[in-house]
């Protein structure tokens, strides 16, 4: 290759990458924009979990015991899981080196589980509720995936990275 060759396709790589910035800043703009959020658009109700990145919310902070609905919405772009166990709370509950939860130490106290819950997707499963402090929490360890967008390549703990919150459950 010639050298006035190797320059034009250098100026074509810078371009490309300019080109990409554009786009990326126009979807920050986009998304700025966007007045309603995914997770506004979704009925509240008892026992439904909101997952994000990177956290969980309870649509109810207690639940009655006995059989209930329990309800994953995933309102972010990458999938995530909802694990259910009797502890006081997140800090309570036994970590790997790696920061995310050593569900092997759980499994006397774990009550359910609705793995992997696919990006703008919902599962849910009747669980048997006894009285007390729950943790529900996204155990899932891993990368972005294809779809991460900027965030590309990243690592996340996401009960490290916040997935987690608390419910209790009334007599
Ligand atoms: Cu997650």
Known sequence: MNRSRRRARGL????????LFVVAGALVFITAAC??????????????????EWSIGADRPTLSAGRQTITAVNLGRQTHELVIVKAANAGS?????????????????????????????????????APGAYVAFCNIVGGMGAD???????????FADGMHTTFTVTA
């Open 93 to 129: 509950l036994p970590t790997k080196a790696d920061g995310s939860v050593d569900e092997a130490q759980l499994e006397r106290v774990k009550v359910g589980e609705l793995a992997d819950v696919a990006s703008g997707a919902s599962k849910h499963k009747v669980l048997d509720l």
């Open 35 to 52: 007045g309603t959020s995914p997770s506004e658009t979704v009925a509240s109700r008892p026992g439904q979990f909101r997952l994000d």
């Open 12 to 19: 074509a790589d810078r371009r490309r990458i300019q080109r």
């Open 148 to 158: 991460g967008g900027m965030m590309g390549g990243m690592n996340h703990v996401h």
